[in-house]
């Protein structure tokens, strides 16, 4: 089992920046690959970005590239998002997510976290 909690959430305004961490326990960190997705009311969740286990591959959205960044510290058992140049439309709850196995589907992620709330304001 991995325990995954996220934080970092809260109200900033559009342009600004934000730092989600998501700290895991219970099993060798550096063997997961870490996802974070979002989910806005109504609409269903959607991939933002992903980073294998060494950090050696990593995805991202169309939506967020250039924007959001994912790193990992492996001796920190944490994976960050940090977010730049945020617009309304980024608002959602964020989730990070954990397997053994790198993708972009939410649906091939085993271990999820509580989610964190992201809302900006225009």
């Known amino acids: 089992q991995v325990q995954l909690v996220e934080s970092g959430g809260g109200l900033v305004q559009a342009g600004g920046s934000r730092r989600l961490s998501c700290t895991a326990s219970?099993?060798?960190?550096?063997?997961?690959?870490m996802g974070w997705f979002r989910q806005a009311p109504g609409k269903e969740r959607e991939f933002v970005a992903a980073q294998s286990g060494s950090a050696g591959n990593t995805y991202y959205a169309n939506s967020v590239k250039g924007r959001f960044t994912i790193s990992r510290d492996n001796a920190k058992n944490t994976v960050y998002l940090q977010m730049n140049s945020l617009k309304p439309e980024d608002t959602a709850a964020y989730y990070c997510?954990?397997?053994?196995?790198?993708?972009?589907?939410?649906?091939?992620?085993?271990?999820w976290g509580q989610g964190t709330q992201v809302t900006v304001s225009s």
């Open positions: 219970g099993r060798t960190f550096s063997n997961y690959a």
């Open positions: 997510a954990a397997d053994s196995v790198l993708t972009t589907n939410h649906l091939t992620y085993t271990y």
